[in-house]
């Protein structure tokens, strides 16, 4: 049977290959990979093509059928974030369809991966490390550097080095410390250890990769949601008690990572509580009173629920520049329900959301609109809530108010 070794080089430099790397690459006859990965073996007798995608490594064996043992360069390791899993799956695909025509046997060879070689130099562990691929995708930087004492960043597209430490500082980690690796293993290798806030101007090489090192991280005193009410500073500001966060929240159905706009945000305790599930997610409370901004402010600072992101401003028009919400909680409205119901699914057309009510008409406004802007499996649950308070040698029961929660979802 024919052989395709697909080979891990390490970092780039010809003495991170391992030797069992060396040694497939050297037996082969057919070597393909990028210019700068093939320029480690300058005297290869065989045949060299450089391509790096997966599709024209593919033509490229397909091509040369006569080949009894092809090897392919990928950098870093095999295991991480690397082409060979796409690679490995066009060759399966390939032998279903050919059958014997194409029968080569696929072998992984690994190699040191970028984190591997970065954490060694730094002389850190890394079993501990958070590891975030940022090529071309929009992953939540602050989302993993919240929740992880160390995070390690893959850079790419429009996410560089200097755009990482802007998100840091803009969030208040001026003083994360953050090491950058630039050309790693080869001869301009740069290693540098500096607060984010010192960053934020600096260009980089493309070819960077970053760790971060955070302790601030947030502070997650339960598993569940309907944290106490006396964990936060209320002044005179209206705040949604911890009885109907709780049922509230379980209506509003969060994931890890959702974006979720609290509108009417009060003092934050719906902001507070729904940090603490979304964890890798961000928490935007819509607030127009300054005081209550100020409580907001407070609640989350002395909380650590640190991806709640303060937004001042009236709904609908503070939201125009946020990001599209997976979730909504309206706990007030100031009369403009359907301009931010409107907004919301010009957003995200399957947006799901959870409206606090007190008043019969409010409730049945909300009802309306719901039903007007195509929401389904709407739900109505009024919740009553009474307290035990202890008088002389007796508790009686002291009531809040009645609250609707009314939840929905677009299909």
């Known amino acids: 049977m024919k052989k395709i070794y697909l080979i891990g080089i390490g970092m780039g430099n010809a003495a991170t290959l391992t030797e069992q790397g060396r040694r497939a690459a050297e037996a082969s006859r057919l070597l393909i990979g990028a210019e700068r990965m093939t320029a480690a073996f300058p005297e290869f007798p065989g045949t060299v093509y450089h391509e790096i995608s997966p599709g024209k ?14 090897a392919v360069l990928l950098s870093g390791d095999v295991g991480f974030f690397s082409g060979a899993k796409k690679l490995n799956q066009l060759i399966e695909e390939q032998k279903r369809d050919e059958g014997l025509w194409f029968d080569y046997e696929v072998e992984f060879i690994p190699g040191i991966s970028s984190l591997q070689y970065f954490s ?12 975030v691929s940022l090529h071309g995708r929009e992953d939540n930087i602050m989302g993993a550097v919240w929740n992880h004492a160390k995070t390690f960043f893959l850079t790419g597209g429009d996410y560089s080095v200097q755009r990482i430490c802007q998100v840091l500082a803009e969030n208040h980690l001026q003083e ?3 090491h950058v690796g630039e050309k790693l293993s080869y001869p301009e290798e740069r290693i540098l250890t500096a607060p984010a806030g ?9 070819l960077s990769v970053v760790l971060v090192e955070n302790d601030r991280l947030i502070k997650r005193t339960t598993a569940t949601h309907g944290l106490d009410d006396r964990l936060f500073l209320r002044g005179q500001v209206p705040m949604t008690k911890s009885e109907i966060r709780s049922i509230s929240l379980s209506k509003l159905k969060l994931r890890s990572g959702d974006i979720v706009y609290d509108i009417g945000a009060g003092t934050g305790s719906v902001s507070v509580d729904m940090a603490f ?52 909680f309206i706990g007030g409205t100031k009369g403009n329900l359907p301009e931010i119901l409107e907004l919301l699914i010009n957003k995200n057309p399957r947006i799901r959301v959870v409206v606090n009510a007190i008043t019969l008409e409010t409730m049945m406004e909300t009802l309306e609109q719901l039903k007007r802007f195509g929401f389904e499996d709407v739900d109505l649950v009024q919740i009553f809530a009474a307290h035990g308070k202890e008088t002389a040698n007796y508790h009686m029961m002291q009531g809040q108010n009645p609250i609707f929660v009314i939840s929905g979802e677009r299909p």
């Open 277 to 328: 599930q979304v964890r890798e997610g961000s928490i935007y409370a819509v607030e127009y009173d300054e005081d209550a901004l100020g409580l907001i402010r407070a609640n989350v600072e002395q909380l650590g629920a640190w991806n709640v992101k303060i937004v001042p401003g009236k709904a609908p028009e503070a939201l125009g520049n946020l990001p599209a919400p997976d979730r909504a």
């Open 57 to 70: 490594i593919l033509d490229s064996i397909r091509k040369n059928p006569g080949y009894h043992c092809v």
């Open 176 to 178: 994360a410390t953050v």
């Open 198 to 206: 010192s960053l934020t101007d600096q260009e980089f090489d493309p």
């Open 120 to 131: 060694a130099k730094l002389k850190l562990s890394w079993e501990d490390i958070k590891i």
